[in-house]
Each structure stands twice: as C-alpha cells, then as structure tokens.
C-alpha cells in the first residue's frame, strides 16, 4: 500500500511541476518557477526514497549534485523564458510603433520573413483608390489646421473600413487612399471584397458628410475606382528604404479609372465587374479613354 500512495504522489508533484509551468509561460511571474524548482527537489527525493539502495547511498553521497541538477535545469529555463519574454516584448513595441504606419497584414508579413529586402512576385489582386472630389479648391479655402484635421477623420473611417473587409491599405497620396485586397493575405475573393468595401466606404463616407454639414463645416464626398489583375506585390524600393506595395497596370489602371468615379459612386474595371457579376447590382455602364490605353476602357458603376 506503501508503494502505490508512493506512486500517487510522484504523480501529483508531476502534475504540479507541469502546471506550474504552464502559469509561469502564461503569466510570467517567478513564483511560479519557485515552485517547480522545489517540486522537482521533492520528487527527486522521492524517487531516491522508493527505489533505495545503489541509488540511494549515490543520493548520500552526491545529494548536493542530484537537488542542483534539476535547479540548474529551471533557473537556465527560467533565464531563457526570461529573454523569450523581453523579444516577445519588444517585438510587441515593434509592431505598435509600425502599427502607425502600415497594415497589420504587412507588418505580420515582414515580422515573418527572416530577411527582408527588394524583390516582388506576380500576383492577382484587386487595387481600390478612393479620392476626394474639389479638394485642391476646399484646401485653398480652409486653414492647414482644418485640412488636416478633417482629412484624419476622413481617412480614419476609410482606413476601418479597408481593415474591416480584409484590405491593406498601401498609402496615402494626399487625400487619396490606395488599398490593396489579396496580398499579402490571399483572398480568393479579393475581388468582392473591394467592391464591397468600396460601396461602404460612401455610405459610411455620406453618414460623415451629413454629420459635418450639420456643424457647418466642409464635406468631404469622395470617388472611389477598383480594378483587378495581375501586379507586382513586394519590397520595391533601395537597400536603405523601401514599401510594400503593389506595381504595374493594374494598379496605374485603378488610378485612372478615378475620372470616371463621380462623388458618391464606385466605379469598377471590366475585369472586376467579371469577378462580381453575380453578386453585386451595376446602374451604369460607360466607356472611357485614359492616358496610356489605346483602347477605351469599359466602366460599370456599382449601386451603393
């Protein structure tokens, strides 16, 4: 009976170190780490006890070596959990200090990669442009305090948005914004996402402008253009500095198909139109020339 109410302790120091231990990884505090290292001196000792002889004159003789083995173990466990912790940490200041300034997907794109440098890959995405209609003359009107400030809300509200339907938002040109759907998350939807991002970003964008006309200040109505294909997607820059972006004539396309997004209005590419047909409602179709086509380019516009 002595030998199983032996076993049965064995078994609950066991569990203890192994719990222990899970709290110190969750919580980081040493009293944790206190614990395994003295439930493991007990189980050392209580093995010594149950099997005696040979091992138990060699526990007399060395008891010292045998209850400093395991402590070492721990303290150098507890030394590189330590460090684990500070990287973690300052991986996590890392990633709220870039936070600011680009996507969340990016950053978990470069956090991941061991080194970065230039360089991109041929992939299918939908690129999304959104612009502020009369802004050159609101910005001769207005103080550069109150530009500023109301481009931030404005592209506060995008930016959700973007974030919300899977985007990447890419960058902002003035009071432009270009988002990216498909890298580096793939979606196999990429296509739909945008468009349906694009119809929520005016209805959220015209909530906006209600709210500000009501206050007495200038709105801000926006056009917004998507067009899918084929781009570039990578570092692209120098050795000193570069940006995760999307290159190529799907992307100059999308910028292009802004003259044909009226304020209020989504217009999309044929190519995306191919990509949402069934799931979207389209109001207008039209066709227009833009620099660097030989062909015009057929718009649809999307109900919003």
Known sequence: MQFDLSIFAIILIVYGIVRSTLFFKKTGNFV??????????LISNSWIEMYGGRVGEMY???????NAIPLGIFL?????ESMRKKE???KEKTRTFFSKY???NVIDKLMSEKEIGVGGHRQEVSILYTDVRGFTSLSEQLPPEEVVRSLNEHFNVLTE???KHGGTVDKFIGDAVMVIFGAPVVHKDHALRAVRCGIEMQRKIADLNEQLR?????????GVSINTGIAIIGNIGSDKFMDYTAVGDTVNTASR???AAGAGEVAISESTYKAVKNAVKIVKKDQITVKGKDKPLIVYKVKV
């Open 60 to 66: 007399k003789s060395y008891s010292a070596v045998f």
């Open 102 to 104: 680009v996507s969340e």
């Open 32 to 41: 944790y780490i206190v614990a395994v290292a003295i439930l493991v001196v």
């Open 214 to 222: 009501k206050k007495g200040r200038p709105e801000m109505p926006i």
């Open 161 to 163: 948005i973007a974030f």
């Open 88 to 90: 973690r940490e300052e």
């Open 76 to 80: 150098a466990y507890l030394y590189l």
């Open 257 to 259: 198909l802004q003259n």
